[in-house]
């Protein structure tokens, strides 16, 4: 059943770069959806329309049958139905790990503390840093804050989460600890899109890779085509 429906969507940054040139694409509930290609060719522009943190000018997109438009109304409810992960974790760097994951639930969906505590206590376990809860992003590893991102994301019990190159800053060593949270999370059931070059993941966790070349939806197919075919 589709959750995400893009349309021929269109883009033009305001220096009047065409961005994305008419890109289609339907992700189904649960579905692992990973993006690649190459720097530049508008992935994150992309995955960033679906939670309104681009606007774009052409086309449609509807999100758990939300249609996004250019004056939303819902932003808020898109915004904690669809969780995002970034390359840097975007951590507040003043507030410690478990306010971190605490914030959202209770300044944004309005939990009462004690059961915003608890959820994030039981994020926290299943990322490996309950350990860390008291500390500050910066006493942590980059493979530590970007599993500390991704509670604080799963906090706001989204439907859909966004990966923009989770790993991409992180030193090799912490890579995999990044990269066993998201598989787990797609084992749970997760609907995700996520830009990656990790080819291995790509091609054990992705239900279907999409590549994208210069603001083009090229090919949308499965990892065993993909990897597999010259
Ligand atoms: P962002 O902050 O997301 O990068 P910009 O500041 O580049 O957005 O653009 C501001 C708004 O103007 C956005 O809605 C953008 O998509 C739109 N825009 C930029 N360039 C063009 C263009 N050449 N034609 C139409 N719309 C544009
Ligand atoms: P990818 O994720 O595939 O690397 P991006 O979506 O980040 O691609 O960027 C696509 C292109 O848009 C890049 O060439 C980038 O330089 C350009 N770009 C990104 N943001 C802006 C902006 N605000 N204004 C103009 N061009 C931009």
């Known amino acids: 059943e589709p959750i995400i429906i893009a349309k021929n969507v269109e883009k033009w940054y305001n220096n009047g770069f065409h961005?994305?040139?008419?890109?289609?694409?339907?992700?189904?509930?649960?579905?692992?959806?990973?993006?690649?290609?190459?720097?530049?060719?508008g992935k994150s522009t992309f995955i960033r329309t679906f939670n309104a943190l681009e606007p774009f000018e052409k086309g449609t997109i509807t999100v758990d049958g939300i249609q996004l438009t250019h004056n939303l109304k819902n932003?808020?409810?898109?915004?904690?139905?669809?969780?995002?992960?970034?390359?840097?974790?975007?951590?507040?760097?003043?507030?410690?790990?478990?306010?971190?994951?605490?914030?959202?639930?209770?300044?944004?969906?309005?939990?009462?503390?004690?059961?915003a505590d608890l959820i994030a206590t039981?994020?926290?376990?299943?990322?490996?840093?309950?350990?860390?809860?008291?500390?500050?992003?910066?006493?942590?590893?980059?493979?530590?804050?970007?599993?500390?991102?991704i509670a604080r994301a799963l906090a706001m019990q989204p439907k859909i989460m966004l990966f923009d190159e989770p790993t991409s800053a992180l030193d090799p060593e912490m890579i995999k600890e990044v990269l066993d949270v998201?598989?787990?999370?797609?084992?749970?059931?997760?609907?995700m899109v996520c830009v990656t070059h990790e080819v291995g993941f790509a091609r054990e966790v992705a239900d279907r890779i999409v590549f994208?070349?210069?603001?083009?939806?090229?090919?949308?197919?499965?990892p065993d085509r993909f990897f597999n075919n010259p």
């Not at 309950?130 to 804050?145: E, M, R």
């Not at 998201?182 to 609907?191: E, F, I, K, V």
């Not at 994208?212 to 499965?222: R, S, V």
Request: glycine letters at 10%; charged letters at 20%.
């Open 182 to 191: 998201m598989r787990n999370l797609a084992d749970s059931g997760m609907t």
């Open 75 to 115: 932003i808020d409810t898109i915004r904690s139905e669809v969780g995002m992960v970034f390359q840097q974790f975007n951590l507040f760097p003043h507030l410690t790990v478990m306010d971190n994951v605490t914030l959202g639930p209770i300044y944004v969906r309005r939990w009462n503390p004690k059961k």
């Open 212 to 222: 994208m070349a210069d603001g083009l939806l090229i090919e949308d197919t499965t």
């Open 19 to 41: 961005v994305l040139k008419g890109v289609s694409l339907t992700v189904n509930q649960g579905e692992v959806v990973v993006i690649m290609g190459p720097s530049g060719s």
């Open 122 to 149: 039981q994020l926290l376990e299943r990322v490996g840093i309950l350990h860390q809860a008291k500390k500050y992003p910066n006493q942590l590893s980059g493979g530590q804050q970007q599993r500390v991102a």
